[in-house]
C-alpha cells in the first residue's frame, strides 16, 4: 500500500528532542521532516516585540541535527511559524541560525521562504470592501486598530508550502502558519486525501503530547496511507493508546467533531481509533467538507500600555480573611494620591493566587486558603508611572491597617529583592480577524534561493 513518513521531532522549534529518537525516526526512513516553529498561545508579546518563543541558542540546538539529517537522507525540512509569531524579523532570525549551520557543516539546500506579512494597505482594502470579520469574541476592527498594529501577519494554510515543494525547494522556512500545514504538505503534493493529511497533521504539530506519558520534547512518526494513518512516538519509553490519541484530536477546539482551518473544514466525527501494535494507534474515517469561503486569520499586535509587577505572599490569618477590603482599600487610596493622573493612564490588578486566582468569578470553591500568593500588577501608560504606581501600592499594601492587626510589621513576603519588577510594553491584539481571499496565496509570497 502506498504509504508517506513524516517525522515530526518536537512540538516547537527549540523544545528538544532526545538525540536517540530523532535517529530511530532517521533510520524509519521518512519522506519529510516537519515541525512548527510558533504559537499565539503566549498572546500577542512575540508579535508585537518581535521576539521570539525560544533563545537562538535553543532554535540552533533544534535545527543542527535536523538540517543534517534531512541534508544526509535527502529529503525536504519544512518549518512554519519560523521565530515564534512569523513576521519578517522572526524569518530573518530563523534564516539567520539556518545559514550559520548551513556553512558551519558544509550543508546545501534549494530554499523557499514564504513571507507571512499583511501590509496595512491590504487590511484597509478588505475592511473597505467587507472582506474582513472578527474571529470569535474579538472587537470589530476600525482605522485605528489598523493604524496602530505594530505588525500584522496572516495564517497561511497548506497551498503555500504545496507550492514550494513543487517548485523543487528542499528547504521550506515559512512564516505566520496554520499548525498542520507543514505536515500536510508533501501529501497535499502527492495526492493523499486531504482530510487524513491535515488530521495527521494535527496530531503531529505537538511532536509526543500524544503519547503516554506525553511531552512536546520527543518525536513521533506519522505514516500515512490511503484509508488511513499511524502514529508511534520514537522513544520506546511512550506510546499512543486510542485515547491519548483521540484526546489530542480534542486540543484546540472549540467542536469535538470539527476541525477547521484555512479552506479547511474536517468532519471528524466518523472518526475510528484503533490500537494496532501496544505502541502505534490507527486513524480512519476523516472527512473534508469544503467551507464556502477561503478565509486567512489575520493577526496584529499594538503596544497599549507598560507593566510593573510585584510578587509577595501573605500568611498572617487576618489579612488572608480581609484580602478582598485590603486590595480594595489600596485601589482607593492609590485614586486619591494619584488623584492628578487621569484614571485612564493606570490600572491596578491584583491576582491572588489561593482565593480564585485561576479561575477568578468563574471558581467553584471561592474560600481562601491558609496562606496566599498576590501578583500585584500596574498597566499604565509610561513605564516611568507603572513603576511609580506599582511602587505606592505595594508600600501602601505593605503596611496597611486592618481591624484586629496585632503587629505593624509588613503583610507581605516578598519572593524577590528588589520586589518591584519592570517588565516592559504590553501588547494586545488589535487585529485577530479572519480575511476573504480569492487566492490562498495571494497574502504569502514565495522567494527562492540557494543556501550553502
Not at 533510520?27 to 510558533?38: E, N, Q, T, W, Y
Not at 545559514?99 to 507571512?116: E, K, M, P, S
Not at 528547504?171 to 493529511?197: I, S, T
Request: with cysteine.
Amino acid at each position: 500500500m502506498n504509504e508517506l513518513r513524516i517525522l515530526s521531532p518536537c512540538g516547537i522549534l527549540g523544545y528538544g528532542f532526545p538525540e536517540a529518537s530523532l535517529t530511530r525516526g532517521l533510520d524509519l526512513k521518512p519522506d519529510v521532516i516537519a515541525v512548527d516553529a510558533g504559537s499565539t498561545d503566549a498572546g500577542p508579546h512575540k508579535l508585537g516585540a518581535g521576539v521570539g518563543i525560544v533563545t537562538a541558542e535553543a532554535a540552533r540546538r533544534d535545527l543542527e541535527p535536523l538540517l543534517r539529517g534531512a541534508f544526509e537522507q535527502k529529503i525536504p525540512l519544512l518549518i512554519g511559524s519560523a521565530g515564534g509569531a512569523g513576521a519578517a524579523t522572526h524569518l530573518d532570525w530563523t534564516l539567520d541560525i539556518i545559514n550559520q549551520v548551513v556553512r558551519q557543516h558544509g550543508l546545501a539546500f534549494d530554499t523557499a521562504v514564504i513571507h507571512a506579512d499583511v501590509s496595512k494597505e491590504t487590511v484597509r482594502r478588505k475592511l473597505n470592501e467587507g472582506r474582513l470579520r472578527p474571529l470569535g469574541p474579538a472587537p470589530d476592527l476600525d482605522e485605528t486598530g489598523v493604524a496602530d498594529a505594530i505588525r500584522i501577519v496572516g495564517q497561511m494554510g497548506c497551498e503555500p508550502f504545496v507550492a514550494a515543494l513543487r517548485h523543487g525547494a528542499q528547504l521550506v522556512v515559512a512564516g505566520r502558519a496554520y499548525d498542520p500545514a507543514p505536515f500536510a504538505a508533501l501529501p497535499l503534493a502527492r495526492g493523499f486525501d486531504p482530510a487524513l493529511a491535515v488530521h495527521l497533521g494535527k496530531i503531529l504539530e505537538c511532536g509526543a503530547l500524544c503519547a503516554e506519558p506525553g511531552t512536546t520534547k520527543d518525536a513521533i512518526l506519522g505514516r500515512l496511507r490511503e484509508d488511513g494513518f499511524l502514529v508511534e512516538p520514537l522513544d520506546e519509553g511512550r506510546a499512543c493508546r486510542t485515547t491519548s490519541v483521540a484526546a489530542h484530536t480534542l486540543y484546540e477546539k472549540d467542536h469535538p467533531f470539527r476541525l477547521e482551518g484555512p479552506g479547511i473544514a474536517l468532519d471528524l466525527s466518523d472518526c475510528v481509533f484503533e490500537q494496532v501494535t501496544d505502541r502505534t494507534v490507527r486513524v480512519s474515517g476523516s472527512r473534508m467538507k469544503a467551507p464556502s469561503r477561503y478565509t486567512i486569520k489575520l493577526e496584529g499586535a499594538s503596544r497599549v500600555a507598560y507593566r510593573t509587577i510585584v510578587i509577595a505572599g501573605v500568611r498572617d490569618p487576618i489579612l488572608v480573611a480581609n484580602i478582598d477590603a485590603l486590595q480594595q482599600g489600596v485601589v482607593e487610596q492609590l485614586a486619591h494620591r494619584y488623584a492628578d493622573v487621569s484614571p485612564s493612564d493606570y490600572q491596578i490588578l491584583f491576582h491572588t493566587y489561593g482565593k480564585n486566582g485561576v479561575m477568578g468569578p468563574l471558581e467553584p470553591h471561592p474560600e481562601p486558603a491558609h496562606e496566599l500568593g498576590v501578583v500585584l500588577e500596574v498597566v499604565a501608560k509610561t513605564q516611568q508611572l507603572a513603576d511609580e504606581i506599582c511602587a505606592s501600592a505595594r508600600s501602601t499594601m505593605l503596611h496597611y491597617p486592618l481591624p484586629g492587626r496585632k503587629s505593624t510589621a509588613g503583610n507581605l513576603a516578598f519572593l524577590y529583592a528588589p520586589s518591584d519588577i519592570s517588565c516592559g510594553p504590553v501588547y494586545r491584539f488589535t487585529i485577530y480577524h479572519l480575511a476573504e481571499v480569492d487566492d490562498p496565496g495571494e497574502l504569502f509570497p514565495i522567494t527562492y534561493a540557494r543556501l550553502g
